[in-house]
């Protein structure tokens, strides 16, 4: 992150001193495509803190775990889809369910649905994409998540 | 601002109620409530803060200084693997969440990057952002971000060329936000 900031805040000087005019309209072309967006983020931010508020790591290790069986692939896949945890959030909390017994390619199936798939925010890609490319964004990457998931778990059983 | 609230329907009512609970919460010491904004809400929008405006003035300069030729030769319809290639390691630079990739397909659609690439930048963007996979290895082994990586890539290599189809068939476009 920092040194995307870093790296921007140098093209933008560079890009400034080669061409003042351009690089305003750049940067204020930036800022107003932010603002426009702002409203429908913020709602959408609104909502995930509410929903991870509720949703525990206790409910979590109970739908991810060993007992959970097949079951747990898809409780993975769901929970992935709807909540939108940040990474410096997710990965810590991957490496708790893995102590408790959530298997790796369970984990997998978690990661990959909670990166591609983001059921919360398809009002914000919709604004973007439209409703309809959206969601079927949304189901591909759902079912390629799954796919994801079930090599994973043929390779951690059957080749390591 | 009749307008205003035409146009944010879904988002206005939704921040409106919002102010209202986090006003009630910490007027009546709600805790549930106060947890939800400094834990969550709050960690959200620092990570916005940060890492959005950036994106979108990345974006702002890219839109002025790289031409639309340069951007269709290279990543437009007919640049094939080579422009596969290019796309993924442009997303792999990508920082902040999915939604920060948004306003990137926008600008990369606008100058004439194919459907196609545009949705394998989606997946490829959150299949391995650079500064996020130090954070995976950390925590989860090195083993399993690279056999998650190298399963991941042909499968959303597939997603994008789907929705590529899908999208070219069905004349959709991208809008801006």
């Known amino acids: ?160 | 601002m009749k307008k205003l609230f035409k146009k944010y329907k879904f988002a206005i009512p939704v921040i409106i109620a919002f102010a209202i609970f986090a006003a009630y919460s910490y007027y009546a010491h709600y805790l549930p409530g106060i947890s939800i904004i400094e834990n969550n809400f709050w960690s959200f929008i620092k990570e916005m803060i940060f890492a959005l405006p950036v994106m979108f003035i990345l974006v702002g300069l890219f839109d002025v200084w790289v031409s639309k030729e340069r951007v269709q030769k290279h990543i437009g319809e007919t640049s094939g693997i080579k422009g596969v290639v290019l796309i993924m390691l442009l997303a792999f630079l990508q920082a902040g969440p999915l939604y920060a990739a948004f306003p990137v397909a926008y600008i990369l659609w606008k100058k004439g990057t194919s459907a196609q690439n545009i949705f394998i930048y989606l997946s490829s963007a959150s299949i391995a952002k650079i500064p996020m996979l130090a954070f995976e290895i950390g925590f989860l082994g090195i083993q399993f971000s690279l056999l998650r990586i190298m399963i991941s890539i042909p499968i959303f290599v597939l997603v994008g060329i789907i929705m590529g189809k899908y999208f070219n068939r069905n004349n959709c476009e991208i809008k801006n936000g």
């Open chain 1, 1 to 160: 992150m920092k040194a995307i900031i870093i790296l921007t805040a140098v093209l933008t000087i560079i890009s400034f001193v080669f061409d003042k005019k351009k690089t305003i309209k750049g940067v204020r072309k930036g800022m107003m495509m932010f603002l426009k967006i702002l409203p429908t983020l913020l709602s959408v931010i609104i909502i995930i803190s509410t929903i991870l508020y509720l949703v525990s790591e206790k409910v979590l290790i109970e739908y991810l775990g060993k007992e959970a069986g097949l079951g747990a692939y898809l409780s993975a896949a769901i929970i992935g889809s709807v909540s939108i945890i940040p990474g410096f959030i997710a990965y810590p909390l991957a490496s708790i369910l893995l102590k408790t017994g959530v298997g790796f390619s369970v984990l997998s199936v978690f990661i990959t649905t909670l990166k591609m798939v983001g059921v919360l925010t398809i009002p914000l890609e919709a604004k973007y994409f439209g409703l309809k490319t959206a969601i079927i964004r949304n189901a591909l990457s759902f079912a390629g998540a799954i796919i994801v998931g079930g090599m994973m778990a043929i390779i951690y059983i059957y080749a390591l």
